[in-house]
């Protein structure tokens, strides 16, 4: 490797797309505060979950869209006033122009309350392929009335991460938000930077 493939690829790592997000030059918009990913962790992770998964992906639809308002983003999800799904259950964008286009993706989420685990993880598969500054994955495990199980989902978040890191498209400055529903109520934010690409041999 030559001296100038060295200097070549800090530079580019650190001009991604969503490296760029986060130093906050989306005008009229608060969707570059650091502290948004915990914000939404936190407030999802402690929704109320119901018998029903289709009323408890009702509520997450609801809650993400509430925050996309106050962000200043526009939110795309089916059931939310008429709305419909953008590829994924959940997507803030930018404001759409006339003709629907819009410039900007700010988040990409999706939710999946399933039997199995490699179910979850399909869904999850999604995100890693997305391009957007911020993905969320929400999740818990049922049983066969679709009732939530009692489940500590350390090893689901650890398969997560390892997947983040193992693809070789995962870019510096996307921000990951892992949030189990039911009684665990957890979330995880995981913030790709330089160093965690290098420590994975992803540089």
Not at 73 to 96: F, I, M, N, Q
Not at 119 to 127: C, N, T, V
Request: net charge negative; proline share 4%.
């Amino acid at each position: 490797m030559s001296d100038d493939d060295d200097e070549y690829q800090p530079y580019y790592r650190t001009r991604t797309a969503a490296f760029r997000f986060w130093l906050g030059n989306v005008p009229g918009t608060k969707i570059f505060d650091p502290g948004l990913p915990d914000k939404i962790g936190s407030s999802i992770c402690c929704l109320p979950v119901h018998g029903s998964a289709k009323l408890t992906t009702a509520g997450i639809k609801a809650r993400l869209a509430e925050q996309a308002t106050e962000c200043g983003a526009h939110c795309h999800a089916s059931g939310e006033r008429g709305k419909k799904e953008l590829l994924y259950d959940v997507v803030w964008t930018s404001s759409p122009e006339e003709n629907g286009d819009f410039q900007d993706v700010y988040l990409i989420c999706e939710t999946e309350i399933a039997r199995s685990k490699q179910a979850i993880l399909q869904d999850f598969r999604k995100l890693l392929i997305g391009k957007a500054p911020m993905k969320v994955m929400v999740f818990a495990l049922a049983d066969p009335e679709h009732h939530l199980t009692v489940h500590n989902g350390d090893d689901l978040r650890e398969e997560m991460r390892n997947m983040i890191f193992r693809y070789r498209n995962t870019e510096v400055g996307e921000v990951y938000i892992l949030i189990e529903l039911g009684p665990a109520e957890h979330y995880e934010v995981i913030r790709v930077t330089d160093q965690n690409l290098e420590d994975n041999d992803l540089c």
